[in-house]
């Protein structure tokens, strides 16, 4: 049996669960001093969410062959452990993400445009566009969701 697909479901579960968390303790931090309760009540919601991720997968990579005693998946949490320790504490330190990702404040521009001028016409067309496309992914999204929910059903009324 292939156990690579598994693997990376099991590595990837617990590396965004774990950093979720790791998110959310930062989000606890930053509310706590600054009394803030939306950032509160947001990282206990965050928290609980990475926490049952990386349950989740834990519990299917330790169960799986539990029977038998042999533990295919342990190494996961080897590759997930190195790989949260680059995203979470490496990575950020680095001269890439120091000026690509980190957000600067800039100055407000001063144009010629006073604020009572009506949007150009592109602006609109754009706009338009902007939404057009997004009803037709929202549609088409309903549509698989329709498409399997069918299946699902025909599979369940003719078994």
Known sequence: MNFLL???GF???QTIGALIVLMSLKMFRTGFNLKDWGQLIIGVVFFC???YIVLFTSIFA???DLNEYRLTYVWTYAVSISLIYLLYFY???TKFYKDNFKIR????KRGNKSNNEAPSLFTWIGAFIS???MIIFYLALFVGFLYLAVKLVKYFWYV
Do not use: E, Q, Y
């Not at 404040?105 to 407000?108: D, I, S």
């Open 62 to 64: 330790f169960a799986d």
């Open 131 to 133: 939404d057009a496309v």
């Open 49 to 51: 969410m990475g926490a």
């Open 91 to 93: 990575f950020p330190k």
């Open 6 to 8: 598994p693997s990376l």
């Open 105 to 108: 404040k800039k100055p407000p």
């Open 11 to 13: 590595i990837s579960g």
